[in-house]
C-alpha cells in the first residue's frame, strides 16, 4: 500500500485519508527549536514533509531535503516546500536554544572582550572578525549572510 492510499494534503496538514483528521504527532529536534510532525505507517516512520513532497512532486533524490521556506517545520503546505541540499537547508536554521547572543554567528568572547562573528561556508567557519558592540558584530555577520547566500530566515528564533 502507497503512502498516498493513506494520507492526503490538506492545507498545511497531512491528514488520514479515512478520517480527514491531521495526521502524526510533533517531533522536536534535541539543540534548536525545530519541530516536525512524524507519522507512522505500518511500523515505519516518517517526516510528514517528506511525505507531502513525495505525494505531490515524486521521490526525493538521495543527495536533497526538504526545507521549509517559513522555518515552520509544522505548516507542510506544499507552497512552504522547497527541494533543496543539505547546505541549502544548512541555510535556514533557526537559532539554537544555548546561543546567549540571539544571534546567530556572533558571541561573546571572553578572553578579548569582545564580540567574535562568524559563518559557516563549505563546511568550514569562516572568522568575520572580534568587534567592540554587539551592533558591529551583528551588521558584520548579517553582511556575511548575504554574500553566502543565507536564507533571510536563518537564525529566527
Known amino acids: 500500500m502507497k503512502l498516498s492510499d493513506v494520507f ?12 480527514g483528521k491531521a495526521a502524526g504527532c510533533i517531533w522536536q529536534a534535541p539543540n534548536n527549536r525545530a519541530k516536525y510532525v512524524q507519522v507512522q505507517h505500518q511500523g515505519k516512520k516518517y517526516y510528514a514533509h517528506r511525505v507531502v ?3 505531490l512532486n515524486g521521490p526525493i533524490p538521495q543527495e536533497m531535503t526538504i526545507d521549509h521556506l517559513d522555518g515552520d517545520g509544522l505548516n507542510n503546505s506544499p507552497e ?14 533557526p537559532l539554537f536554544i544555548r546561543n546567549t547572543s540571539k544571534v546567530m554567528g556572533v558571541c561573546w568572547n571572553k578572553k578579548r572582550q569582545q564580540y567574535h562573528a562568524r559563518i559557516h561556508s563549505k563546511g568550514k567557519s569562516v572568522h568575520l572578525g572580534f568587534h567592540d558592540t554587539i551592533l558591529d ?21
Open 53 to 55: 513532497w513525495e505525494m
Open 8 to 19: 492526503e494534503v490538506n492545507g498545511k496538514d497531512l491528514c488520514w485519508k479515512k478520517t
Open 137 to 157: 558584530a551583528v551588521a558584520e555577520r548579517k553582511r556575511a549572510e548575504r554574500e553566502y547566500g543565507y536564507h533571510k530566515n536563518h537564525g529566527r528564533s
Open 80 to 93: 512552504n516546500l522547497r527541494l533543496v541540499t543539505m547546505a541549502e537547508n544548512m541555510k535556514n536554521l
